[in-house]
DNA sequence: ACGCTAATGCGAATGCATTTGCATTATACA
DNA sequence: TGTATAATGCAAATGCATTCGCATTAGCGT
């Protein structure tokens, strides 16, 4: 049977907290603010997990990488910002799938990144 | 001195005739039917070359990894076919920017990458 | 045509993210 | 609480794209 264990208990709630898609670094880091001794193929093991039971997906980010966010908060769009470099969840969609394409295109589904300064490091920039 | 040799030449050739974001794979495969030796290591170090050179430029495709394309062609977005998988460079630009990141967001630049099927592989699917 | 040397082809080597094997730890059922 | 075993931490191993070393080939200036 599966165990329920302070390490994955750790990374549901660092994506809980967060709120945003991440990747292993930034897991790891934020991970052992609450069990110090976290490792990364923990991270890896757990992260498998997760998606397997659905709770997370995996996203290419083409400035990121690979990036991992929570299941079911529907259509939305990623924004990296180059002061933090992190990567937040952009609710909606703005983009009309009809126009995108020129005729003689199927447009079945679509992923927009966008890059700029998030409002906390357009507030106080470094 | 730069050399000017068969394998860079086909190389450029394979871009200009297809005129499409091109992975390593596709690149020497294309290339090959034009200098049958051509190899890998090759592909990269002119690749490389091109990309100095500012005649090429690297994209990350989240679905097909390291694609190249050449530079020049402006503001445009990319279509991956599933059928064929191509990936087609869309010319134009549909998104508002201004209206695709909420309140205090300051958004500099985006990529679109749309999936669904192209008008070659929808009149003669496989 | 000749000769210098940049560029190629080949296979081995690298760097990187991810995974695995195994001894150890700790969860949860009896 | 004791115990079976799932899960961890660690380090080594893997898989992958990309790079490198080196002997050989082939542009290009003479």
Redesign the pocket.
């Known amino acids: 049977?599966?165990?329920?264990?302070?390490?994955?208990t750790a990374i549901e709630q660092v994506f809980l907290n967060e709120d945003r898609a991440l990747g292993?670094e930034e897991i790891l880091r934020l991970g052992r603010t609450q069990?110090e001794?976290?490792?990364?193929?923990?991270v890896?093991?757990?992260l498998?997990l997760l998606i397997d039971k659905g709770w997370l997906k995996q996203i290419n980010h083409p400035a990121m990488?690979?990036l991992y966010e929570c299941t079911g908060k529907g259509h939305h769009h990623h924004f990296h910002c180059h002061g933090c470099n992190r990567v937040f969840e952009l609710p909606g969609c703005s983009l009309n799938q009809e126009t995108a394409a020129p005729e003689g295109f199927i447009v079945e589904d679509h992923e927009i990144f966008l890059f700029g300064v998030c409002p906390s490091c357009a507030a106080s920039p470094q």
């Open positions: 049977m599966q165990r329920k264990t302070t390490q994955r292993i069990v001794s976290l490792n990364q193929a923990t890896y093991r757990n498998k990488g690979t």
